[in-house]
């Protein structure tokens, strides 16, 4: 597959104190951040040197560790650590893909891909801290789009009855959604999530939507 979805870690009854909405916001930007530069180091490390079978290993490895930080989430050094040790899983996993479209494509594509994630997610958190957006009581529904989403990846991994750009394009407005969601939550104190909790969930927003981009760039430059 040319991208792979996560569930958001959205399991577990919130119970973590409230945070000022804009420390919460420094927290867990910062953490994402740093999260997403450890898998950009790891995707670049082992770029070419692991094959698609590595990364699915890598890559289920960084499931398991999820659920590890929300059982984790009382202590939140362990929580934090787990957390970059899931952002260098996650590196391995994505270096096959990304190793893929460089070799067919060039580096341009996966530049313009993470560029436009990160302006695509600073415009979304802009809307909701400049307008008061919140989307969370619609948040049941944009997860039972992600998970008829990922069922219709599986079935169509084996038909091929959805073109992938068009797969692409489902994954791009559904984690859309779940950014605005999600920063609504930060705004609004956290819910009761961590700061890690928090992170890793914008951080697996911004993982697929750079790969539903990946997949949307490349089918352009490929008919070019």
């Known amino acids: 597959m040319a991208f792979h979805i996560q569930p958001q ?33 790891s995707a670049y490390a082992f770029g070419g040197i692991v094959g698609f079978g590595v990364g699915l290993l890598a890559l289920l490895g ?49 530049t313009q891909a993470a560029l436009t994630t990160g302006l695509g997610l600073l415009a979304l958190a802009v809307v909701v801290y400049a307008t008061g957006l919140d989307l ?14 990922v069922l219709f990846g599986i079935v169509s991994a084996f038909t091929h009855f959805v073109h992938p750009t068009l ?19 930060i705004r609004a104190g956290g819910d009761g999530y961590t700061p890690v909790q928090l992170a890793v969930q914008i951080y697996l927003d911004a993982i697929n939507i750079f790969l539903a981009l990946l997949q949307i760039f490349s089918g352009r430059r490929s008919r070019d």
Do not use: K
């Open 136 to 149: 969370r009581r619609f948040q049941g529904l944009f997860f039972l789009a992600l998970i008829a989403l």
């Open 167 to 185: 797969y692409a394009w489902a994954t791009l407005v559904i984690f859309s959604g779940l950014v605005l969601v999600d920063f609504a939550r």
């Open 9 to 41: 870690t959205r399991v577990g009854a919130p119970a973590a104190a409230a945070i000022p909405a804009h420390s919460l916001l420094g927290q867990v930007l910062g953490i994402t951040a740093l999260g997403l530069l450890i898998t950009a180091f």
């Open 62 to 110: 960084g499931f398991a560790l999820l659920f590890a930080i929300n059982a984790t989430r009382a202590n939140e050094a362990l929580s934090l650590a787990l957390f970059y040790l899931f952002a260098f899983l996650e590196g391995i996993g994505l270096a096959p893909t990304i190793a893929h479209f460089v070799s067919y494509l060039g580096p341009d594509v996966v």
